[in-house]
Structure formats: structure tokens, C-alpha cells
């Protein structure tokens, strides 16, 4: 487990562009046949990546939780950006697709990743934060019907169309973890998929001191990139990110991409509180 420490916005304004990406920015997250983790000391978050090639990993916990295993004091979500793959969860076997979602609460003791193809293998995407109880496993389906008892649809409401292609911001907000849908003690998570032609997400930008997110790109191909933008609203610096990088977005920073063409990128929120409309809008005239 690769441990980030916080940092000052006083202190960000003076990196190059090498200091910045060795702050915020995690170029590789899934290797075959490891589960790679980042412990940020923002927020205490940990994010990373499964990549089970003909066999199963085991998640632990790592001598940096000082815990018996990783969820006895901690929650957390995932999204499948892979093949077909199986999470098992003390004992229970929750078949995960390409873009599908699980969210496990605290106590869960073994958690055991698999893939069913190795030629086509599953991309587990991880997202986990403190907990202080328990909330139930639910399996998060984007596209398909429920047909389990701990199964959940991504509600209409929470399929949210945004922008216009004459902005280059036409995208669909997926939310699977958040309140009123999958109940959790801090943990938010979700996907976002702009259409071809548009290339800008989350602007006009924003900040929220009550959380931090970390961004996850991918869906692009290998000459392609987005400009991540971050930094105070009036200290914007920016990262080249490549596809399947993640981004660090500390609570003061904005965050916002621009792409050489369109992309998908899953974020996920951990801190105060769970309002996911609480964020503090910045005037695209006060950018600088």
C-alpha cells in the first residue's frame, strides 16, 4: 500500500510539474494479478485497482490499518471497469459486470476478487473511507434489472443528463453510492461518460471544503489525454493524465478535465457529509 501524505495549497502554488504529479497524480493502478492501493492522508481515504488474471487476490489489510482486516473499521465501494468478474464477500458470491457496482459496510471480514475470463479479465475499481457501522452489501447494476435480494438499480433520478454538445460538455452523471440509493457512513461513488465531440466535465468548476474526491480516467486510448485542472480557483495548475490514472483532489482544489477527446471517469468522495449538492461554485470569470 502506497501511502500519500496531505498537502498545503500554500505549499502546492511553488511545485513543478514533476513535484505536483508525485503528489496528486497515481499513473498506474492495475497490474496483473496484485491489488495496487493509495492511503491518502486527506480524508484518510484508500483507492486503487484489483486486475485478477487466472486467479484470486485476497484483499487485506496491510500493516498501514493496524487493523485484523480491512473492513473491521472501514466501508467500501467499486466499480467494475473490466470483464466479468466475482467479488466474493464472507462467503457470498456477487457476480460483477463491466460497469457494475458493490458496496460492502464495515465487518465484512474476506473479500476475495476474481475474474471469469483471463484473456478478458475483471478492472476492479476500489474506494474506501472510515466507518463507524455497519450498512448492508448491495450489488449496484447500471444497466440491468435487480434480480437478488442485495440487488440495487441505478434510480432515474440518479441518471443525470447534463450539458450540450455546442458546450463540449454533454455527459451522463452516473451516482451508485450516495444517499436514498445505497446507504453508507461517508462513502460517495459514481461514474461519469461524455459523449463523443464533448470533452469538458465539471465546469463551471467547483470546490467542497465538507469533502475530497479522487478522479479515476480511463476509456481512452493511448495517444489520448485529459488536462486535469486543480489548484485553488486563483492558483489553477493542471496534470497531463493518460488513461486509468487517478487524480487526488484535496478538498480546496477545484477539479476539472478537459480531454483530446471524450472519456469516462468514476469519482469518489469521502468527508463531512454526504450532500452531494453542497459544493461551492466558482465563476468562470474568477478562474485564473
Not at 44 to 64: N, Q, T, W
Not at 253 to 274: C, D, K, L, P
Request: glycine share 8%; hydrophobic share 35%; charged share 30%.
Amino acid at each position: 500500500m502506497e501511502v500519500r501524505t496531505a498537502c498545503s495549497p500554500q505549499d502546492e502554488k511553488h511545485y513543478d510539474t514533476k513535484r505536483l504529479r508525485e503528489e496528486f497524480l497515481v499513473e498506474k493502478l492495475f497490474f496483473e494479478n496484485e491489488i495496487k492501493l493509495v492511503y491518502s492522508h486527506i480524508d484518510r481515504i484508500i483507492f486503487g485497482g484489483a486486475m485478477p488474471v487466472g486467479r484470486a487476490l485476497k484483499l487485506e489489510a496491510g500493516d498501514e490499518l493496524r487493523a485484523n482486516y480491512f473492513l473491521e473499521r472501514r466501508e467500501l465501494g467499486l466499480i467494475n471497469i473490466g470483464g466479468p468478474g466475482v467479488v466474493t464477500a464472507d462467503g457470498i458470491a456477487y457476480e460483477i459486470g463491466s460497469r457494475d457496482g458493490l458496496y460492502l459496510g464495515q465487518g465484512i471480514k474476506d473479500i476475495v476478487f476474481e475474474s471469469e475470463s483471463e484473456k478478458n479479465p475483471a478492472k476492479f475499481y476500489l474506494c474506501s473511507g472510515p466507518a463507524h457501522r455497519s450498512y448492508p452489501a448491495k450489488r449496484i447494476l447500471k444497466d440491468k434489472k435487480a434480480e437478488h435480494p442485495y440487488d440495487v438499480e441505478i434510480l432515474p433520478e440518479n441518471k443525470k443528463e447534463l450539458g450540450t454538445l455546442e458546450d463540449s460538455n454533454h455527459r451522463t452523471i452516473n451516482k451508485y453510492i450516495l444517499p436514498g440509493q445505497v446507504e453508507s457512513c461517508q462513502l460517495e461513488m459514481g461514474m461519469t461518460h461524455l459523449e463523443p465531440g464533448s470533452v469538458w466535465n465539471t465546469m463551471p468548476c467547483h470546490t467542497h471544503d465538507r469533502r475530497m474526491e479522487v478522479y479515476l480516467y480511463f476509456d481512452l486510448p493511448e495517444d489520448a489525454f485529459v488536462m486535469h485542472y486543480m489548484g485553488e480557483p486563483q492558483e489553477t495548475r493542471h496534470l497531463v493524465v493518460r488513461n486509468e490514472q487517478a487524480v487526488i483532489s484535496p478538498s480546496w482544489s477545484i477539479h476539472a478535465g478537459s480531454g483530446s477527446r471524450n472519456y469516462t471517469f468514476i469519482w469518489g468522495m469521502v468527508g463531512e457529509n454526504q450532500d452531494f449538492d453542497d459544493m461551492d461554485e466558482v465563476s468562470m470569470k474568477d478562474l485564473r
